[in-house]
């Protein structure tokens, strides 16, 4: 099942950027890479990266790109259950 996109589930916006940020706080964990560490690779300050993983940001496709090379990980991976 797809939480990212069902029609009989109507996400709301709040628990989308949510979703998103505990999947790259997720991903970062598992790479064994700090919050400040991930923030540094994206020129970011951490408290923007830690407003990311909180899902307190809607943050930009750019942004995304930004962490997902930073991580080494397909952007779509931050989609995926």
Known sequence: ???????STKMSDEKFLIG???KIKKIRLEKN???I???TLCNFEKASMS???SGQTN???LTLRKV?????????EFFRE
């Open 59 to 61: 943050t930009t496709v």
């Open 51 to 53: 407003r990311i993983e």
């Open 68 to 76: 997902s090379n930073a991580l080494n990980v397909h952007i779509g």
């Open 37 to 39: 560490k991930l923030a």
């Open 1 to 7: 099942m797809n939480i990212w996109y069902n029609k």
């Open 33 to 35: 890479v700090s919050q």
């Open 20 to 22: 998103i940020g505990a």
